[in-house]
């Protein structure tokens, strides 16, 4: 079956730093990929995606890129802000799994002013 | 702008009890799913629905059920409450069609916990 791993956390930072949340998958096939956001007391939202190879996602400052070749989708953030602070997530879904997404464990990450 | 509504963001129950979760989306989705959400585990999917009156194990079913008789709602229940089950349960929901493109939209999660 699918699978997801990141690295864990927690990770702290200090303002302007740069963040970087490694992750990569298993899956058979071309599964799209996502990253999602948790911020304190609100439930998961759509940080970006990709859903094919050498597809870069961004949003809000945050880059992934789809790398088939070394089954990754690593998360980056060139200058972080407190506000960043919240628990990541990356997930990926499949038609052959029925698109439910298969999620890692998640990371925290504290922004420190 | 979209919308997933839960019933209720924080439950106590005691072990033993029936619990419904409830979960209602404006969006006319076809697909609505559950999951569970704890440290270092991620997100595990309980159980999902393709459409009204459909259901279909997730990962993890035990101890749970679901109910999906509109379109909008699909109840998760804890048939009979136990402390393992203490955690913080999140519905999803997204359009049906062939395109995992499609995201998945989130409540904002209840947390559950039984004594």
């Known amino acids: 079956g699918n699978s997801v791993t990141q690295m864990e956390g927690p990770v702290t930072l200090s303002e302007e730093a740069f963040l970087t949340i490694n992750c990569t998958y298993t899956a058979t096939g071309y599964p799209s990929l996502f990253w999602y956001v948790q ?3 609100e439930g998961l939202q759509l940080l970006l995606k990709a859903t094919k190879a050498d597809d870069k996602g961004s949003n809000k400052g945050f880059e ?3 790398r088939k070749e070394t089954t990754s989708f690593h998360l980056e953030k060139g200058s972080v802000q407190v506000s960043d602070s919240a628990v990541y997530f990356c997930a990926l879904s499949q038609a052959s799994e029925g698109y439910k997404l298969s999620f890692g464990a998640g990371t925290t990450v504290t922004v420190r002013a | 702008d979209v919308k997933v509504t839960q019933s209720s963001r924080y439950l106590v ?3 033993g009890e029936k619990v419904f979760l409830e979960c209602v989306q404006d969006m006319d989705h076809e697909n609505m799913f559950w999951y569970r959400q704890d440290p270092g585990l991620g997100l595990r999917l309980i159980y999902f629905s393709y ?3 459909m259901k279909e ?5 035990e101890g749970y059920s679901v109910s999906r008789e509109k379109k909008e709602r699909f109840s998760l229940i804890l048939e009979s409450a136990s402390t393992n089950q203490t955690s913080m349960y999140l519905c999803a ?3 049906a069609g062939g395109s995992p493109r499609e995201t998945q939209y989130f409540g904002p999660g209840t947390r559950l916990l039984v004594l």
């Open chain 2, 51 to 53: 459409d009204v009156k």
């Open chain 2, 57 to 61: 194990k997730g990962d993890i079913p």
């Open chain 1, 64 to 66: 992934a890129t789809y």
């Open chain 1, 39 to 41: 911020y304190p007391g």
């Open chain 2, 13 to 15: 129950k005691r072990t």
């Open chain 2, 93 to 95: 929901s997204r359009l």
